[in-house]
Structures are given as C-alpha cells and as structure tokens.
C-alpha cells in the first residue's frame, strides 16, 4: 500500500521540478504527485495534495500573498522552494502563512527533510523564514502592485523614466504616474522616498535591489 505524502509543484521551470523529482524518487515518504506554473493550474488538475511547493517569483506576475491565499482556501499548505533571494517576497509568503521556506541550493538531505515535515504538517524553521517572520520589524510594509515594483526596481537602479517606459513598454506619462504613486505609498508608510537615492533605499530595504557589496570584495 503506498502511503507516500502527495506533494504539488508551482514553478514554471521544468528544470527544477525535474530536480525535485530526482531528489525524492528514493524516499517512500513524500511524491511529486503534479506541477504547473501557476497556483490556478495546479488546482484545475483536481489533485488530492497533501502539500504544494511555491516558488515565490513566477512568470504570471502573481503574488506570494495571493498563491499562498488560493492556496489555503483550498485546503493546502504550502512550503515556499525559492532562491530566497528576495527578502520583500519572501516576507509577504511568511505573513501569509506558509509552513516554511527552503532555499533552492540547500543540500539534497536539507530540502527533502524540509519536504517530508511540511508535508506531515510540521512547521520547517529555518534562517529565511525566521529572519521574514521576525526582521525589519520597524520596515511598514507598501503595497506596490507587480508593475510598480517592476517600475521601481528599473528607475532606482539607475535608468531614467523615458528608459523605464521604453523597457516595460508603458508609456512615459504612466511611468511617471507609477512613481508618483510609489513616492505616495512610502510617504504615507511614513518612508521617505522624495529623492531617487531615497527611492533607491527603498527598493534595497524591501528587496526589489540587491543589496550593494562592499567595495573590497
């Protein structure tokens, strides 16, 4: 009788879920039952799931929040599988509600214990759900749609609006509108963003930039 946990894939590469497969053919535990690139996709299979791995930064746009919310109300946990690279998206899963986050380049045995947990139910604690959980408690969070952040990311960078327009095929006096209101929603999170330098630490603070090296290195 097999009685190996069903486990869900979100990512719209198929490298990966070919690799997580890989990971887990030995374990009898845990399976990947079913992929697809978007939460909506996998739900449309009709699976029975006992857990869905998220990737947080996926082709459709969509939002951690949003997933991990779909998610939920069908019943479903959620493990976010990520490169954790952006502390902003991994903050909005953690505040939603997922059981944990594992890193994409953690060791095989790391990732499938974190799988198997998850999938019995049991929080996973690791250093990037712990420090979205707990850091930069005196951050207020902006609600800045995919598009702004997109925006914000190219302009505090270093490119100017008509370049920014010209990249996200929006016309200048949207993006010049997209700012403004970016500009609003940190004034009124009560973090200045007047200035591009400020706009610049803003984006660096939430994760849309990484963050600058040390010239030494």
Known sequence: ????????????????????KAMLADDSRVEVAGSAGTVTGLLDQGLDLDLVLL???????????????????????????????NPYLVRQ?????????????????????????????????????AAAIDGDPGLADVDLSPRQR????????????????????????????????????YADAGRPAGSKVELYQRAVEDGLLPMPEHPGR
């Open 150 to 185: 997109d925006v914000l990311a190219l302009y505090a960078s270093g490119e100017k609006a008509d370049r920014v327009a010209r990249m996200t095929g929006l016309s200048p006096n949207t993006v010049n509108d997209y700012l403004a209101r970016i500009r609003m929603k």
């Open 55 to 85: 990737d947080l930064r996926l082709s459709d746009g969509s939002s951690p929040t949003a997933n991990v919310e779909q998610l939920r109300a069908a019943g479903l946990e959620t493990l976010v599988f990520t490169g954790a690279e």
């Open 93 to 129: 899963a953690a505040k939603a509600g997922v059981l944990g986050v594992v890193r994409k380049s953690e060791p095989t045995d790391v990732v499938v214990a974190a799988i198997v947990a998850a999938a019995q139910g049991r929080q996973v604690v690791t250093t990037e759900w």
């Open 1 to 20: 009788m097999n009685t190996a946990r069903k486990v869900g894939v979100v990512e719209d590469h198929s490298s990966v879920v070919l690799g997580l």
